[in-house]
């Protein structure tokens, strides 16, 4: 009898769409809602826009701390995905690695820090 894997691809799935989302919703606030408020006086955007982008974060720690454990990346794999998550484009950035990881990982392979 197969044990059950301790990574689950949906939950990598959904944590790429997370970081994904985040990463949009530090443009939507970096490029509409504070041009907004500070060039146009008009800062009806910042509430709304900073609250969807703070929950966006939230969920991009929980997604953390449900799939990286699952990644076996260490203390950097773990430093690198917070660090990259503060960071415009940094979500972008650090998405293709984390898919990367994920791949080494479904083939049973080391993966690479």
Do not use: C
């Not at 689950?8 to 949009?24: N, Q, T, Y």
């Not at 969807?52 to 449900?66: C, S």
């Not at 080494?104 to 820090?113: D, G, H, Q, R, Y």
């Amino acid at each position: 009898m197969k044990s059950v894997p301790r990574w689950k691809d949906p939950a990598m799935g959904l944590f790429r769409i997370i970081a994904v989302f985040e990463g949009f919703t530090t443009l939507a606030l970096f490029l509409v809602a504070m041009p907004m408020k500070y060039i146009w006086d008009n800062d009806s955007l910042i509430r709304s826009t900073g609250m969807i982008h703070g929950y966006a974060f939230l969920a991009y720690i929980i997604g953390m701390i449900v799939v990286l454990p699952g990644l076996r990346t260490g203390v950097m794999g773990w430093l690198r995905t917070f660090l990259f998550s503060l960071f415009p484009f940094g979500t972008f950035i650090n998405e293709t690695w984390l898919h990367r990881q994920h791949l080494a990982v479904k083939a049973n392979l080391t993966p690479a820090a």
